[in-house]
Every structure is written in C-alpha cells, then in structure tokens.
C-alpha cells in the first residue's frame, strides 16, 4: 500500500466548504484504479490544519493518477477553501491493519 | 461539574487561544476586541466562561486572546450564531487583517487543566480605565513522556504562587492536538506581586521549566477580562 498525504490550511469559517468539496472528491475517487480509501483528518489542536490522507494499492497507481488532468480537477475545488497551497508528503505502509467498525468485544 | 442526574457526563471545557500580532492601529483592534465581548455578555450566550485579551508590556502590537467555554459546541455554535457572523460581515469590509496569528497552535483548541481564583479577579477593560493587572503567559512544549510530570510541576508553581500575595489567579490549559503543548496564564496585581511569586517560586518554577523543550514566557498587561461564574455555577 502507499498514502499520500496532503497538508492543508483552510481559509477562516471555509470548514463547511473545505469538508462539502472533500466528500465530493471522493466520490470521484472511488473509480480511480488503485484507490483504496481517504481519511480527513481535522487537528484536534486547532480550526484550521487538515491532512488528506489518500490510500493507493501502490506507488505507480497513485502516480499515474497524480500525473493526470483529474488530479487537478479533483484538487482545484478543495483548493479553493485553503489559505496557502497544499504540501503533499509520501509514504510506504509497511505494516498496517487492526481497523474495527465497533470495539473489541462486539460491543456497540 | 457533576452531571445532572441522567444526563451523562458534562461534557470538557474547551478552551480558545490566539497569540498574534496586531497590523492595524492597536486603538482599532482594541475597539473591535470590546465589541467581541459584549457580544459575549449577551444572554444568548451562555456557554462563555471567561474572556481574555492581553498586551505585550512594552509592545502594543502583541497581543493574546485567551477563552474558555463550556463545551467545543458551545464555542462553534456562537461561531455561527447571527450576532457573530454580522460582526464579521462588518468588520471584513476594513482593508487587509487585522492581525497575524504567530506560531503552530494560533489558534488553538485547549483543554483547561486546573483553574485557581486566588483574590477578587478584577474585571473590565483598560479601554473603560479599569486596572487589571498584569500576568505572566507562557507557551511551554514538553519532552514527550513528561507530561504528566509537567502538569503536577505546574501544581508545584501554582502552590508557591499562591502562598505569595498579590496573586489574583492561574490558570493552565493543554492542547487538544498536541499532548505535549501547555499553556498557562499567571495575573498578579502588579510587577512586584509578580516579582515576589517568582522568587518565591524560584526553585518549582526551576523544575518546570526543566521539563520543557521549548517555550516562550512573558509578562503583558491585562487589556479586557470579562469572567461569568454564575453561568458556571448553571451549567453544573
């Protein structure tokens, strides 16, 4: 697996667009080859820093994607509600797992 | 706060801090700052404990901002609420910002740790002629695993503090997103009181500093402190 990380810093009061225009991207990322899954992460710590964490079966899917028009085409309406240009860091996953839909135990 | 019965836990105290430094006339901004909390003083706002704006001593153009509310709901809700979204219509029409938030956690979300009111907190605003006093504000990073060394060294200060006159009250919060960032607020009625605490303090004061991989200390007036403890003593 490989993520691709993007940094973001949202414009004051733009949180409802910034997270509207993710869902959406997703949407559109759902047939991409090689997508396996997205998080937004919104910092605890503060209103405004988010990471885009977007998951790849492997380096040569995401890049194939990321050299292409849909990237931008993906990137340009989450762009819009940021104060400062994304940062993009990479990364291998060379352990991962233990995801749960509820705690151990079964419990709800 | 004890829940009411049924009701669950009460949810944490969420705490807002911004430290930044000021672009426009520092006459403006403090007129704007008034006008924020009145808003606060409003009785559609019930989850707004206190509120606090500081000044650098010698630097009008540093300033803090510092609050607490009952909840992070309670903060977002008044984010959106009509009264705030007009103030921010009107005051967006003004050329360029009005300030610059300095460093990764401005504006930050806090958890507040302990709160201690020592003497009868003077309240007000500078603007009005009121005298506030002056606190020490500190924006301390830890070495991980130290941080509940850190906070029980921050209970060692207020302790000696508190034993030294002239102390209105201290006050500690921790970050939401960052464990190991702490930041915490010390008023005194004026540069001597403080001066005695620390000395008093000097050894805890040592121990806790110790403890910290990076911070950043100093003493600012006290420009406007509104507090509401009759709405705390509701909420519990």
């Known amino acids: 697996m490989f993520v691709a990380a993007a940094e973001e810093r949202m414009i004051p009061g733009h949180r409802i667009e910034l997270e509207a225009a993710h869902r959406e991207a997703l949407g559109r990322l759902e ?3 090689g997508f396996r899954g997205s998080r937004l992460l919104h910092f605890a710590g503060g209103p405004y820093r988010y990471i885009w964490e977007l998951n790849w079966g492997s380096r040569e899917e995401w890049e194939e994607f990321f050299e292409s028009e849909r990237f931008a085409e ?8 940021l104060s ?10 060379p352990v991962a797992g233990g995801w749960r839909a509820s705690p151990p135990g079964g419990g709800g | 706060m004890p829940a009411s019965p049924g009701a669950g836990p009460a949810p944490p105290l969420f705490g807002v801090q911004g430290i930044s430094r ?15 909390d009145a808003l606060l003083h409003r009785d559609d706002c019930p989850g707004m404990f206190w509120n606090l704006y500081l000044k650098g001593l010698d630097d009008p153009q540093s300033s803090i901002h510092m609050q607490v509310w009952a909840s992070q709901r309670h903060s977002e809700e008044f984010g959106v609420s009509p009264g705030f979204q007009a103030m921010r219509q009107e005051l967006s029409t003004a050329p360029g910002p009005r300030g610059l938030m300095v460093g990764p956690l401005s504006p930050g979300y806090w958890r507040p740790l302990y709160e201690q009111v020592l003497e009868a907190e003077p309240t007000g605003c500078e603007l009005d002629g009121d005298e506030l006093g002056l ?15 850190y906070v029980d060294a921050e209970r060692e200060v207020a302790a000696a503090f508190a034993a030294s006159g002239g102390i209105y009250a201290m006050r500690c919060l921790q970050n939401l997103g960052h464990p190991g960032a702490f930041t915490w607020v010390r008023h005194a009625r004026d540069p001597e009181a403080l001066d005695a605490a620390l000395a008093r303090a000097r050894e805890a004061e040592e121990r806790r500093a110790g403890l910290a991989s990076e911070e950043t200390v100093a003493r600012y007036r006290v ?3 509104s507090t509401w403890p009759e709405r705390r003593g509701a909420a519990s």
Request: without cysteine; aromatic residues 10%; hydrophobic residues 40%.
């Open chain 1, 84 to 93: 400062e240009p994304f940062s993009l860091t990479l990364y291998n996953v």
């Open chain 1, 31 to 33: 047939s991409e080859p």
């Open chain 2, 135 to 149: 606190a020490l504000h500190g924006l301390t990073f830890v070495r991980p695993g130290s941080e509940h060394a």
């Open chain 1, 74 to 81: 993906l990137r340009a309406p989450i762009d819009a509600e």
């Open chain 2, 223 to 225: 420009w406007l402190l």
């Open chain 2, 22 to 36: 000021v672009l426009r006339e520092p006459e403006e901004v403090g007129r704007h700052e008034r006008a924020y």
